[in-house]
């Protein structure tokens, strides 16, 4: 028979603006579930911390970089950045109302509540993929993670973020000499390959080992000019 402790348990469940989205329990951990896709837990935070970390190190000392981080999550990436005070302002666009309430006054408050408290940090609540295409503002970082991958999105819309034009609109938010850093759940010489074709430079990939399966990925690539 199952133990009990080993079912998962939903805390909540809301019909968003892109579709059904479900924080649940699973022991001592908190998931957060888009129209059935698994996206993250509170398991382990190494590979959003990596995302951070990696963009910071790759601008190379600049005073106080100006950081968007696309998905909040359950806010490892938010609190990594907060927990840094080398960082300066820290921007982090959200689609989903459900998700930002969790942290405000929910379940995921215990990990984000001293990142939102921060003066440097916003959240911003709309779609990335707009955000980006619409914005005047610039950033010296941009570490987005809002799918499982360039090859395996949440939703067909956020598919032309990773092509050459949606690659393009991320390069205009971009400071010279700025940084674009993607999470994947794997790794994608394609996407390698498209962020060469948009002009951006240095393009590398740094491997998350897992407990099972291939690694978990960052790609980083400096922005054009």
Known sequence: MTASYDIPVVIDRREGPYGEVVLRRHGALLQI???GCFLMDTSDGRSERLLVDAAYDALDGRPA??????GLGVGFSLAHAAADPRWGRITVVEREPAIIDWHRDGPLSALSAGA??????????????????????????????????????VTDGNEGLYSKAG???????LRPGGVLAVWSAQPSPEFEETLRNAGFQRVRTEQIPVARGVPDVVHLAIGPG
Not at 65 to 70: D, M, N, Q
Not at 117 to 134: F, G, H, K, M, Q
Not at 167 to 173: E, F, I, K, T, W
């Open 33 to 35: 579930i888009a129209n």
């Open 65 to 70: 970089p100006s950081v968007l981080i696309g």
């Open 116 to 153: 939102l408290a921060d003066p440097r940090s916003e959240i911003v609540r709309t779609d990335l993929v707009a955000y980006v295409n619409e914005i005047s503002d610039t950033y010296d970082a941009l570490c987005l993670d809002i799918d499982n991958g360039p090859g395996w999105t």
């Open 167 to 173: 690659l393009a609109s991320c390069a205009r938010a």
